[in-house]
């Protein structure tokens, strides 16, 4: 009788487990690729990852299952972290990033012997990206919209650099506020089926915002806007539309 209880105790602990909606988290970069370069010498790879390992609890702690893209040491190309994402069905997709601005705004630098960029002129703030080639972009937007609501109730500006009318920028800003950009050809927003957004955390070569975006308490605060977002996503994107203006 115990082994029959034991059976329908793992069914119902299987069900549940069923029912636990799945994000994909997505650690832009590889470790030999490390996309841009910061003021202290170091790689956005490290920046993402460190920020993804933060969040992944957190997010399991509100009953999300987590799967990322890829570990900490693990190169895996743009094509699968898609698959990932699609073969196991997930319900949101993330991608996390640490931004830098045109060569033109940057110079080369030194930090403890080490190469460095940073901005010649204040390039901050927080910005996020979706595509309209994405199987879902109006669920994407409104992820986007409530992680960059989040953030901004931090007191955090948007980073607007990616709208100048100029080659490598330009592109459509969606949400002026929130910073929220349309990209339709980033090939992780586009390839995914569910809902993805890519948020550029901050601008590691900007000296202020580096340091905003390194402080812990800084750092936390910012997770807990993307875990916010996430946890009232489901009442709060899949019940009404949220208008994007382009
Ligand atoms: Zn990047």
Not at 18 to 23: D, E, G, K, S, W
Not at 37 to 58: H, K, M, S, T, W
Not at 147 to 155: E, S
């Given at each position: 009788m115990r082994t029959f209880y034991t059976a329908?105790?793992?069914?119902?602990?299987?069900?549940l487990s069923?029912?636990?909606?799945?994000?994909v988290l997505d650690a832009g970069h590889n470790?030999?690729?490390?996309?841009?370069?910061?003021?202290?010498?170091?790689?956005?790879?490290?920046?993402?990852?460190?920020?993804?390992?933060?969040?992944?609890?957190?997010?399991?702690?509100i009953g999300w299952q987590v799967l990322l893209t890829r570990k900490k040491d693990q190169t895996v190309t743009l094509g699968e972290r898609v698959q990932t994402a699609n073969q196991q069905n997930a319900d949101l997709f993330l991608s996390i990033h640490h931004d830098s601005a045109q060569e033109h705004y940057l110079q080369e630098t030194q930090f403890n012997s080490k190469k460095a960029y940073q901005t010649i002129t204040p390039i901050g703030g927080s910005s996020l990206f979706i595509s309209h080639l994405n199987g879902q972009p109006e669920q994407?937007?409104?992820?986007?919209?409530?992680?960059?609501?989040?953030?901004?109730?931090?007191?955090?500006?948007?980073?607007?650099?990616?709208a100048e009318p100029i080659a490598g920028e330009n592109r459509p800003l969606l949400n002026a506020t929130y910073g929220i950009y349309r990209y339709d050809n980033l090939a992780v927003l586009r390839g995914t089926q569910m809902p993805a957004v890519l948020l550029e955390v901050g601008v590691i070569p900007d000296k202020a915002d580096e340091a905003y975006i390194n402080h812990p308490t800084h750092r936390k605060a910012i997770e807990k806007a993307v875990v916010q977002a996430v946890q009232t996503y489901s009442t709060e994107c899949l019940t009404r539309t949220v208008t994007q203006t382009k």
């Open positions: 329908l105790l793992a069914l119902f602990l299987g069900e069923f029912a636990q909606p799945l994000i470790p030999q690729q490390g996309g841009a370069l910061g003021v202290r010498g170091i790689y956005e790879v490290d920046y993402n990852d460190r920020f993804v390992a933060e969040l992944q609890p957190q997010l399991e702690k994407s937007y409104c992820l986007a919209n409530a992680i960059g609501r989040n953030i901004a109730d931090l007191g955090r500006a948007p980073a607007l650099h990616h």
